[in-house]
């Protein structure tokens, strides 16, 4: 497809009125190159875009070719190299609308280590009216490796280059329109909800509203989890657990768990409630596809489990959860561990690259580890009494079927919040969905598909708290199944009567 870019002085853009009443044509655009620069600040391009189609750069260290976007009404696209540090390289674009602009802001946030631009992200935005924003943390491509020897890159990722992103695009929205945004909001999940939790905590005042999803914000404790359910499968070739014996796992999961909210339907609603015994599927014969050895018994129960500090007892981070077997591939199948956590160790923890996952031990590591991170990447403060007082509204959602980040860790943080702010404060300003059957983000075996953006959106501009949310599972273009997310603790349960596949069935209590 043919990219439709042009310099603003040779496209020939009609003025148009966005949603503030004011002006932003080709001219517009070109001039914002002079008012944005400032000693940390270089204006790589300035360009209006046509609308229509456009298609991204290659990705930061990737070879895929770049997928185009399309049905993009005209915007202005503002690409910026932010340095708050002599070792800082913060590549940020900032996409506004050349007309129909909802007067508002959204930052898009970043998965794993970050290092690129969140492109389908801005376009999802600006779509919607948004002025919007996304930066590549600081660094190219999703590997911790930039971290070696560069302590201000770690802090640009850690939190410098959104704040950063969400001053200078502010800025920039206020340059173009002559107004700056009505309500500035953050989107992101897994990294970029550890990302939201960090804006929460460190920067109260640079947004109205953070849609934290699957918000891996306790990275280091995380990654010894990440690290010790790949050890449980790797500690000899007898305890590897092959992708063959997972859908008896998640069998015998369903089997303890599934209908304890009322209806088999193959998804397990509240797995806190239940307890899954790999036991139960111990070979009695010969080894098979339907049983576990010994060995992969006791390397599913380590999965399954927290991580204990033996030291104190005390608990590292939660493990996965029942109904999330299928996805066991990622965290304990392959040849080393989840990149996010394996690269935490080898170029922020040990700084060493040939590192070995085999040689991590909580009772010797963790403190280590712990002071290494030093709050600079993990975001674990409930105290966001400042967030809260100015009117911010926090959304957590988190999939009960992801094996990145074990979901308990939100009903945790949920928890604490709780216990410092009180629950009024909590009830007015925080809500946790946990939606059951979805993996990491998405997918998954049941309705995953919800518009947290317009739930945001109602309850800071309009004052309309939310409730449940209603999640649809789209097969083949058409919703299959629609269910009820419900706040943190209630929980799905089915009525009685009616369709399993559909919402009304359901009641959250």
């Known amino acids: ?23 932003l044509g080709a001219a517009e655009c070109e001039r914002l190159a002079a008012s944005l620069r400032s000693d940390n600040v270089r204006v790589t391009a300035v360009t209006a875009i046509a609308g229509g189609h456009f298609t991204p750069p290659p990705a930061g260290g990737s070879s895929a070719a770049p997928t185009a976007l399309s049905q993009l009404p005209p915007f202005c696209r503002v690409q910026l190299t932010l340095t708050p540090s002599a070792d800082s390289d913060i590549r940020t674009e900032i996409w506004l609308p050349m007309k129909d602009w909802n007067g508002k802001f ?9 290092g690129s631009i969140q492109y389908a992200a801005l376009a999802t935005a600006l779509r919607r009216g948004y002025a919007a924003a996304s930066t590549d943390t600081g660094h190219v491509g999703d590997t911790a490796r930039f971290a070696l020897g560069h302590p201000e890159k770690l802090i640009d990722f850690g939190y410098r280059a959104v704040h950063e992103t969400a001053v200078r695009s502010k800025a920039a929205i206020t340059a173009a329109y002559g107004v700056g945004p009505r309500f500035s909001y953050f989107n992101g999940c897994s990294g970029g909800g550890r990302q939201g939790f960090m804006e929460a905590q460190r920067y109260p005042d640079d947004f109205d509203a953070i849609i934290a999803g699957a918000p891996g914000y306790n990275r280091t404790d995380q990654s010894f989890q990440l690290v010790m359910a790949w050890q449980a499968t790797h500690r000899d070739e007898a305890s590897f657990i ?31 409630t239940c307890r899954v015994d790999p036991g139960v599927l111990a070979c009695k ?21 927290p ?49 070995d996952s085999r040689t991590l031990d909580v009772a010797k590591h963790l403190d280590m580890a712990r002071a290494a991170d030093g709050g600079t990447i993990s975001a674990t403060t409930p105290n966001i009494k400042s967030f809260v007082d100015r009117g911010g509204k926090l959304i957590i959602y988190h999939g ?15 928890e604490k919040l709780v216990e410092t702010l009180g629950k009024n404060q909590v009830a007015s300003s925080t809500r946790l969905y946990l939606v059951p059957g979805m993996g990491h983000c998405g997918g998954g075996e049941g309705p995953n598909a919800f518009d947290m953006v317009t739930v945001v959106e109602e309850w800071r501009e309009q004052g309309k708290a939310p409730a449940e949310v209603i999640a649809s599972q789209i097969v083949d273009g058409k919703v299959a199944r629609t ?27």
């Open 1 to 23: 497809m043919k990219t439709l870019i042009a310099f603003a002085c040779a496209v020939g853009f009609s003025t148009v009125v966005n949603a503030q009443g004011t002006s």
């Open 106 to 114: 959204q930052q898009v946030g970043n998965g794993g280590w970050g």
């Open 242 to 272: 092959p992708v063959s014996k997972l859908p008896a796992l998640h069998k015998a999961a369903l089997n303890a768990c599934d209908a304890r909210d009322g209806a088999a339907d193959g998804l397990i609603s509240d797995p806190m």
């Open 285 to 305: 014969g010969a080894d098979g596809a339907e049983c576990l050895t010994p060995t992969q018994v006791e390397a599913a129960k380590r999965i399954y489990a």
């Open 307 to 355: 991580v204990i500090d033996p030291r104190t007892g005390r608990e590292v981070f939660p493990g996965v959860e029942a109904g999330s077997e299928p996805r066991w591939t990622v965290n304990a199948g392959g040849s080393r561990p989840l990149g996010m956590s394996d690269e935490l160790f080898k170029f922020v923890v040990f700084k060493d690259p040939e590192w």
């Open 400 to 414: 009960w079927g992801d094996t990145n980040v074990p979901p308990r860790s939100s009903v945790n943080y949920y």
């Open 483 to 509: 269910r009820p997310l419900c706040q943190y603790p209630l929980v799905p349960r089915y009525k009685g009567s009616g369709s399993l596949d559909q919402a009304a069935s359901f009641e959250c209590r």
